[in-house]
């Protein structure tokens, strides 16, 4: 059996059009970057500071409020910290950690954690463990259905970390402009995929080298570009934790709790 025999053609199933209830977080990595913030925890269980909850309770928080009813949150890197923390954690919804005992990489992380979603003849979502987002699920799972994806991608236009300069023709410099949003949209980190998609996981490795060009080759693959005005950040440093808190801050400036 080769890779494209686990594909059904596009069209062989219409797409159904219904509400994703379950999702997976990926929370088992290292988080070297952040130092020493992840001397004593994993990446997802940092705290956006002005907040009160770690990445990990916002991304909670917003599939809830998206209709997801179960999560899968899988493990791996010091996971007693996130065990320890939904033990004594409220949550609008039901969250089923798994351990990684070895290391799996993204995809083989997914498949193992897929094979504990409560309804694995469903679509769910699925989302790295350090994003900090929030936008409609629901219309990106539309989006999803109505392309009849196995997987579908949300592509995010992140903020440049330099200024660039505008240029004519003739090369005369016409104007300075201070971190303009990425020409190129990137993976954002988080997904809607098909019942089918966890059988098209590698057990050990990446699905962006494996999985996701044979679906792209196929034109089962689709990307979903976050509205405009998105906030959108994933929190791989101290730089973007810091300027995160800057951001929210900024924000609550600009709208006072009533």
């Given at each position: 059996m080769t890779f494209d025999d686990l594909i059904p053609s596009a069209g062989?199933?219409?797409?159904?059009?219904?509400?994703?209830?379950?999702?997976?977080?990926?929370?088992?990595?290292?988080?070297?970057?952040?130092?020493?913030?992840?001397?004593?925890?994993?990446?997802p269980m940092i705290e956006i500071p002005g907040t009160g909850l770690p990445i990990i309770g916002h991304?909670?928080?917003?599939?809830?409020?998206?209709?997801?009813?179960?999560?899968?949150?899988?493990?791996?890197?010091?996971s007693e910290v996130v065990l320890d923390w939904l033990s004594g954690v409220s949550l609008p919804l039901k969250v089923t950690?798994?351990?990684?005992?070895?290391?799996?990489?993204?995809?083989g992380g997914l498949k193992f954690a897929a094979a504990s979603l409560p309804r694995p003849g469903e679509p769910w979502y699925a989302t790295n463990g350090d994003i900090w987002t929030r936008f409609s699920l629901r219309a990106m799972a539309d989006f999803h259905h109505e392309r009849d994806a196995h997987a579908t991608l949300a592509l995010a236009r992140p903020?440049?970390?330099?200024?660039?300069?505008?240029?004519?023709?003739?090369?005369n410099v016409l104007d300075f402009v201070e971190a303009p949003p990425s020409p190129y949209p990137i993976n954002a980190g988080v997904y809607v995929f098909s019942a089918e998609f966890a059988s098209m996981l590698p057990e050990v490795g990446d699905h962006e080298r494996s999985t996701f060009p044979h679906l792209a080759r196929r034109r089962r693959l689709a990307g979903y570009e976050l509205p405009q005005g998105v906030y959108w950040r994933a929190i791989d440093t101290a730089k973007d934790l810091n300027e995160a808190?800057?951001?929210?801050?900024?924000f609550r400036k600009k709208n006072p709790a009533p």
């Open positions: 062989e199933s219409p797409p159904v059009s219904r509400p994703v209830t379950q999702a997976v977080i990926l929370a088992g990595g290292k988080g070297s970057r952040l130092r020493p913030y992840t001397d004593t925890r994993p990446k991304q909670l928080e917003w599939l809830a409020a998206e209709g997801v009813t179960d999560a899968i949150i899988s493990c791996g890197y010091l950690p798994v351990i990684e005992t070895e290391a799996l990489g993204r995809g903020r440049l970390p330099w200024g660039t300069v505008d240029i004519d023709r003739f090369g808190a800057e951001e929210l801050a900024a």
